[in-house]
């Protein structure tokens, strides 16, 4: 049976370089890196050509980046970290309804349990924000403020540019946290542009292995760490670092910026082409967030009014075809998605979402058949169920 995987912004499926270079690393260069011995300093050195390799996205500042667990990691130690360590500078915070769970659960916290007060910007039915709405809420008692570059379940790209310029004019000393899983190395990441002070990464949403991701820092911004331990990471990711999956990671963000401007282009007509197919075979359905031609090129969420997600989803797993009927992280939960709620869509909508997304392993063939097949699966089941 054709299997056909378009579940990519859950995860991605590794290089085979990639699977390769990290076998390599856990078998032959399994040394503490902090130790001073030849065995250390070989993974050392691992170390240091994954930082290298994954600064080439920040300007090339090795010494700001951060390696963590993964991008929820990275999250909680930009939001967290920068939250306590300026808390002598004001205790207002400010997010948007549609952040991943690992950003949206630190607020949550921070609000519940150590008493700052959290603003929860709202969004319109494309998933974006109003700059001005914000620009009124930066105030002298703002600290920090994070909005994703990229949403997961959506597309919607936020205007990071103007966004970043009205938080610095409003408060210069506001910091700025983007949540950039779902864009790095695959789209231009203009960090002095948006005047960010932090970003999080993630290795297994660009081809590489789980467990590995990182916080670009900049230079001068003060963070509390979560964990205390040695000085890894200047000391603010203690614990002996997993050389075999940083390795892993710095080799796919090499492999997957490369041509950035070109496989973004190709992304983007995978899914114009699964979208068009669909048009093509006479099935009612609508488009959750930006129009197609605005969302982020690997990501597109319809609706098919009628039919529950994860009936669909199953169908069209037996058919070899995987999607999501959301964030992974909200998959396995009756309830709707957070942030297709946020969008103010109606009860049916909500309950009849899939979440198609792309990647370099797909081709237009693949994506066609897809889009037929899903057609197919709608007809059906609407047969079915009138």
């Not at 050509?49 to 090795?62: K, L, M, T, Y």
């Not at 999250?75 to 915070?93: D, M, P, S, T």
Request: glycine letters at 8%; charged letters at 25%; one cysteine or more.
């Amino acid at each position: 049976m054709t299997e056909i995987y378009l579940d990519n912004s859950a995860t991605t499926r590794p290089y085979p370089e990639v699977i390769a270079h990290v076998s390599r690393v856990q078998g032959e260069i399994y040394g503490n890196p902090s130790s001073m011995h030849e065995k250390g300093v070989e993974a050392e050195k691992q170390i240091k050509e994954a930082r290298w390799r994954i600064a080439s996205f920040f300007s090339d500042r090795e010494d700001e980046i951060i390696f963590t667990s993964g991008g929820t990691e990275a999250n909680n130690l930009a939001i967290k970290g920068a939250a306590k360590r300026n808390r002598n500078k004001g205790n207002h915070l400010v997010t948007s309804l549609v952040e991943h769970p690992s950003v949206l659960n630190c607020f949550r916290y921070l609000e519940e349990y150590e008493g700052f007060r959290v603003t929860y910007l709202p969004v319109d039915q494309q998933g974006l924000i109003d700059p001005e709405q914000l620009k009124k809420l930066v105030d002298k008692n703002t600290i920090l403020v994070s909005i994703m570059h990229v949403n997961n379940e959506i597309g919607t790209v936020q205007p990071l540019k103007e966004i970043g310029s009205l938080i610095k004019k409003q408060n210069p000393s506001v910091l700025f946290h983007v949540d950039a899983v779902q864009s790095f190395a695959r789209l231009p990441l203009k960090t002095n542009e948006w005047q960010a002070d932090m970003l999080s990464c993630s290795a297994h949403k660009v081809h590489g292995p789980r467990g590995s991701g990182c916080l670009w820092v900049r230079k001068g911004t003060l963070l509390q760490p979560l964990m205390h331990g040695g000085g890894q990471e200047k000391e603010l990711r203690p614990g002996t670092e997993n050389v075999p999956a940083i390795a892993g990671f710095g080799l796919a963000a090499r492999l997957t910026g490369e041509n950035q401007h070109q496989k973004a282009a190709a992304l983007g007509n995978l899914k114009l082409s699964f979208y068009r197919t669909l048009q093509q075979k006479g099935i009612d359905f609508y488009v959750n967030g930006p129009p197609v031609e605005e969302s982020a090129v690997h990501i597109i969420n319809l609706s098919f009014s009628g039919l529950p997600s994860e009936v669909l989803l199953h169908s069209l797993e037996e058919r070899g075809i995987y999607v999501s009927a959301g964030s992974a992280c909200h998959s396995r939960k009756p309830e709707p998605s957070h942030i297709l709620q946020a969008l103010d869509l109606d009860r049916d909508r909500l309950e009849s979402a899939l979440r198609f997304s792309f990647s370099c392993y797909n081709n237009e063939q693949e994506v066609e058949y897809a889009a037929a097949q899903t057609a197919e699966v709608v007809r059906e089941l609407r047969a079915i169920i009138r």
